[in-house]
């Protein structure tokens, strides 16, 4: 069968790392006592001196950072525990201290790449025939960690992408300092990870249908009490109860300040399971039963030895719900959740051996349980991984999913695929060649020879497709939607 390549069409436009946009993150030089150190030589210093530190340290810093008052004294409270006195400090004094304990972060000096793009949630005073769009990208910095960050752009009528220009601050949301808990989904979520006992049922009862972080905390001490205890068992509880602290550590919500612009808004790892990195976020508009849309994203979080599939929910780009997934079909990389409910279920594509392509259904967002072999790799540029690109994207043909394989010299390419419409379990098209393959200028960065997105976005009949260079920078190509199902055998 003769092979007819869809024409794609690659753009001028590429985000690349930019070391100039720099966060303030919490620096500590060591343990508590190094730490009182420090405070000690700054308490030595005479008022006058202490006033025109702070004056030098803020003329220079205060250009590159919004807010750096506030947050010099969000720090100072955070180390005060350790001053040796009990005197009144002067606010400049408490601003210098804490001016000491943060520190620069570059969040993108290394990389901006594996991009996700949905429809804005605002779409007002936009050009006639244009969309405005969210892009979400992986930003790794220092140490490697990965955090997740945003863009916003516009694609006008005639397919042009204008990504609009990131302004040089950075800012970080503030944690919900007590969010509620439903005490119904976080018992079944300890039953999934093996943590449901005596113990566990004692602690749950003395708490209400919903509960807040420090209601469950004074729960946990009340069940530790060693006269609440069988004698010899205190670790095997603490062991016990700090895994219902980090279930609940590891679901939590971040607000950002509604005037900070998009490209201001900066995700960092806050949970345990992701103290190395949030990444590869998958962003999808979700249109519930009702009519209403929310945006999920999945994400593979990383503490520096296991990876875990997580969830990230919000209506606004303002507010985020992070959210644990559980069962045993929730493991590996790649998951990514189909725009609507199918037959009455979530649908989610998954990775789950690092191979082959998978499809699950689920009457929860939040547990995942039976999973059916839906592709394996077939084509010789494909024949060492195949996996999903991001979130389907529904169609009147079906539903497309871009696809990446590994071929040889580990390259990655993207590919398609076309799932039918009520029962996706059956694939109905398949691009035998590549959509996307890493061209000679593409070839160069990080990990050498790769091109992969995170998800994509059909508008007016054309693919928008952000994908990353070499897990270094992020590029668009555009192609029509008939062309690549016309290539499908």
Same mark, same amino acid.
């Given at each position: 069968?003769?092979?007819?390549?869809?024409?794609?069409?690659?753009?001028?436009?590429?985000?690349?790392?930019?070391?100039?946009?720099?966060?303030?993150?919490?620096?500590?030089?060591?343990?508590?006592?190094?730490?009182?150190?420090?405070?000690?030589?700054?308490?030595s210093?005479?008022?006058?001196?202490?006033?025109?530190?702070?004056?030098?340290?803020l003329?220079?810093?205060?250009?590159r950072?919004?807010?750096?008052?506030?947050?010099?004294?969000?720090?100072?409270?955070?180390?005060?525990?350790?001053?040796? =006195?009990?005197?009144?400090?002067?606010?400049?004094?408490?601003?210098l201290?804490?001016?000491?304990?943060?520190a620069?972060?570059?969040?993108?000096?290394?990389?901006l790449?594996?991009?996700?793009?949905v429809?804005?949630?605002?779409?007002?005073?936009?050009p006639?025939?244009?969309?405005?769009?969210?892009?979400?990208?992986?930003?790794?910095?220092?140490g490697?960690?990965?955090s997740?960050?945003?863009?916003?752009?516009?694609?006008h009528?005639?397919?042009?992408?204008?990504?609009? =220009?990131?302004?040089?601050?950075?800012?970080?949301?503030?944690?919900?300092? *007590?969010?509620?808990y439903?005490?119904a989904? &976080?018992?079944?979520?300890? &039953?999934?990870?093996g943590?449901?006992?005596?113990?566990?049922?004692?602690?749950? =009862?003395?708490l209400?249908?919903?509960? !807040?972080?420090?209601?469950l905390? =004074?729960?946990?001490?009340?069940?530790?009490?060693?006269?609440?205890?069988? #004698? +010899?068992?205190?670790?095997?509880?603490? *062991?016990?109860?700090?895994?219902?602290?980090?279930? !609940?550590?590891?679901?939590?919500?971040?607000?950002?300040?509604?005037?900070?612009?998009?490209?201001?808004?900066v995700?960092?790892? !806050?949970?345990?399971?992701?103290?190395?990195?949030?990444?590869?976020?998958?962003?999808?508009?979700?249109? *519930?039963?009702?009519?209403?849309?929310?945006?999920?994203?999945?994400f593979?979080?990383f503490?520096?030895?296991?990876?875990?599939?997580? @969830?990230?929910?919000?209506?606004?780009?303002?507010?985020?719900?992070?959210?644990?997934?559980?069962?045993? #079909?929730?493991?590996?990389?790649? %998951?990514?959740? &189909?725009?609507r409910k199918?037959n009455?279920?979530?649908? %989610?594509?998954?990775?789950?051996?690092?191979?082959?392509m998978?499809? %699950?259904?689920?009457?929860?967002?939040?547990?995942?349980?039976?999973?059916?072999?839906?592709?394996?790799?077939?084509?010789?540029?494909?024949?060492?991984?195949? +996996?999903?690109?991001?979130?389907?994207?529904?169609?009147?043909?079906?539903? @497309?999913?871009?696809?990446?394989?590994?071929?040889?010299?580990?390259?990655?390419?993207?590919?398609?695929?076309?799932?039918?419409?009520?029962?996706?379990?059956?694939?109905?098209?398949?691009?035998r060649?590549? @959509?996307?393959?890493?061209?000679?200028?593409?070839?160069?960065?990080?990990v050498?020879?790769?091109?992969?997105?995170?998800?994509?976005?059909?508008? *007016?009949?054309?693919?928008?497709?952000?994908?990353? @260079?070499?897990?270094?920078?992020? #590029?668009?190509?555009?192609?029509?939607?008939?062309?690549?199902?016309?290539? %499908?055998?």
């Amino acid at each position: 069968m003769h092979w007819n390549p869809p024409q794609v069409t690659r753009t001028p436009t590429i985000l690349r790392p930019d070391q100039s946009r720099v966060l303030l993150r919490p620096f500590s030089p060591g343990d508590p006592p190094r730490i009182g150190r420090i405070i000690a030589r700054i308490m030595s210093l005479p008022e006058d001196r202490v006033a025109s530190l702070l004056e030098d340290v803020l003329a220079e810093f205060s250009p590159r950072h919004q807010r750096i008052r506030e947050l010099f004294l969000e720090r100072f409270k955070q180390v005060r525990d350790v001053l040796l =006195t009990d005197e009144k400090l002067s606010e400049e004094r408490q601003l210098l201290i804490g001016s000491y304990f943060l520190a620069e972060y570059s969040l993108e000096s290394a990389a901006l790449f594996n991009p996700s793009i949905v429809p804005h949630p605002d779409q007002s005073r936009l050009p006639p025939g244009a969309l405005r769009f969210v892009l979400s990208l992986r930003a790794t910095g220092e140490g490697h960690i990965s955090s997740l960050t945003f863009r916003t752009g516009i694609v006008h009528q005639d397919h042009r992408i204008e990504v609009l =220009t990131a302004t040089g601050f950075l800012t970080e949301p503030h944690q919900t300092p *007590n969010p509620l808990y439903e005490k119904a989904l &976080f018992v079944r979520k300890l &039953f999934e990870l093996g943590l449901s006992n005596a113990f566990t049922r004692r602690v749950m =009862t003395n708490l209400g249908d919903s509960f !807040a972080l420090d209601e469950l905390r =004074t729960a946990l001490d009340l069940e530790l009490k060693p006269s609440h205890l069988p #004698a +010899g068992t205190m670790q095997e509880h603490q *062991n016990v109860a700090q895994g219902i602290w980090l279930l !609940a550590r590891s679901n939590y919500e971040v607000q950002f300040h509604p005037e900070q612009r998009l490209s201001d808004r900066v995700i960092f790892p !806050a949970a345990p399971s992701q103290r190395n990195g949030i990444e590869d976020a998958r962003f999808v508009c979700f249109e *519930n039963e009702d009519g209403t849309h929310v945006y999920y994203a999945t994400f593979t979080a990383f503490d520096g030895k296991v990876v875990l599939p997580e @969830l990230v929910e919000t209506s606004d780009f303002l507010r985020f719900r992070f959210i644990t997934l559980n069962g045993p #079909a929730a493991q590996n990389k790649g %998951m990514a959740i &189909f725009p609507r409910k199918i037959n009455g279920l979530y649908a %989610m594509l998954s990775r789950q051996d690092n191979e082959n392509m998978y499809l %699950m259904f689920s009457d929860n967002v939040h547990f995942w349980h039976e999973r059916t072999l839906l592709l394996t790799p077939t084509f010789p540029w494909e024949l060492v991984q195949l +996996g999903n690109c991001g979130s389907p994207i529904e169609t009147d043909a079906g539903w @497309l999913v871009l696809s990446h394989g590994v071929g040889p010299l580990r390259r990655y390419c993207i590919g398609a695929v076309l799932l039918d419409r009520a029962d996706p379990a059956r694939v109905i098209g398949r691009l035998r060649e590549p @959509l996307l393959t890493p061209n000679q200028s593409e070839r160069q960065g990080y990990v050498p020879n790769v091109v992969y997105t995170c998800g994509a976005l059909l508008y *007016n009949g054309e693919l928008i497709i952000p994908y990353g @260079l070499a897990d270094h920078a992020t #590029a668009f190509a555009t192609v029509s939607l008939d062309e690549v199902l016309a290539a %499908m055998h």
